[in-house]
């Protein structure tokens, strides 16, 4: 494919899949993160910037929603079941829900970021 022509505006779908599945949500190649939860200053693959985008509080809110609706609908499907004692229960729900939030808060940041810059929001805290 040649770089002069224009390319075609790409779905959001599928920006918002690269964004989840923590890639550089213009070209899918380069990686979002370069840390944990470190956006990276620009893709290595294509030169975007996304350094300068702030998701603040959203990509927390986002995880929350999706673990406690799945976490609670397990809870109460099987605790009634189970004849654990009460601190293993304790242990084991939370320790799904930490596990679970730590797996997915990444992906939520991804999409957060995707779709800031999709919006073309400023997303900075450096233009004050
Ligand atoms: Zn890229």
Do not use: N
């Not at 956006?39 to 673990?67: F, K, N, Q």
């Not at 829900?97 to 992906?107: F, K, Q, R, V, Y």
């Amino acid at each position: 494919m040649s770089h002069d022509l224009p390319l075609a505006p790409e779905p959001i779908s599928t920006q918002a899949l690269r964004g989840l599945a923590l890639r550089c949500p213009k070209c899918g190649q380069g990686r979002l993160f370069r840390a944990y939860l470190k956006p990276v200053e620009s893709c290595a693959s294509c030169g975007e910037t996304y350094g300068h985008i702030r998701a603040d509080d959203g990509p927390a809110w986002l995880t929350i929603l999706v673990v406690g609706h799945i976490v609670i609908s397990l809870v109460l499907t099987f605790e009634p079941q189970l004849d654990w004692p009460e601190w293993a229960s304790m242990l084991a729900w939370s320790g799904l829900s930490l596990a679970m939030i730590l797996a997915l808060l990444p992906s939520a940041k991804g999409l957060f970021i995707t779709l800031i810059w999709r919006s073309k929001g400023p997303g900075s805290e450096r233009e004050t």
